[in-house]
């Protein structure tokens, strides 16, 4: 199973947009969305293309291929209007024999590590910084945000296949 990782849209019906054609691109089985899905926040800028009820029906077309982990922005108001499971803090799978700990990133993160074992991975989002590192024997990812990336790093995106993990830019 192939399955594309991204993070933080944000409301931003443009690059919500992107996201997915990147996926249907990849010819991936599974869009894993690490929460931050319809609303910026208090602390984000407003997205230059921000139409979250276009977000929800771009999305909603698709849910059976997306599977999802609750953002700090995301709300029981969120799941009302989604169609596809949103609420979830963290989720656990394996790729090949790779285990990966997926969480949206505000109470678990790099600086706040679960237990894992050494090989494992753990993947992301909140910072919407892009990341790629090993932190304790465990390898931390992180795709960023495509609508409001931050720390001088490009909108991208995770791909996690047969126990393989490649972060890419979005936009060549």
Do not use: W
């Not at 990782?5 to 054609?21: L, M, N, P, Q, Y």
């Not at 590590?113 to 991975?121: E, M, R």
């Not at 993990?165 to 936009?171: C, G, H, M, P, V």
């Amino acid at each position: 199973m192939k399955i594309f990782v991204a993070s933080d849209i944000h409301g931003d019906i443009k690059k919500c947009e992107d996201v997915i054609a990147k996926f249907y691109e990849e010819k991936a089985d599974k869009l894993l969305l690490l929460g931050d899905i319809l609303y910026h926040g208090p602390r984000n800028d407003l997205p230059s293309d921000y139409e979250p009820k276009k977000v929800i029906a771009a999305l909603n077309q698709i849910k059976e291929k997306i599977l999802a982990v609750r953002g700090n922005c995301d709300t029981e108001v969120d799941q009302m209007v989604l169609e596809f499971p949103i609420m979830a803090e963290y989720m656990y799978i394996v790729s090949g024999d790779t285990p990966i700990f997926v969480t949206h990133g505000h109470h678990h993160s790099f600086d706040n590590l679960p237990y894992l074992a050494n090989g494992s991975v753990f993947i992301c989002g909140h910072t919407h910084v892009a990341q790629d590192t090993v932190i304790d024997g465990i390898r931390c990812m992180n795709p960023g945000s495509p609508s409001i990336p931050k720390g001088g790093t490009d909108p991208s995106y995770i791909i996690i296949e047969d126990g393989l993990l490649t972060l890419k830019k979005l936009y060549n």
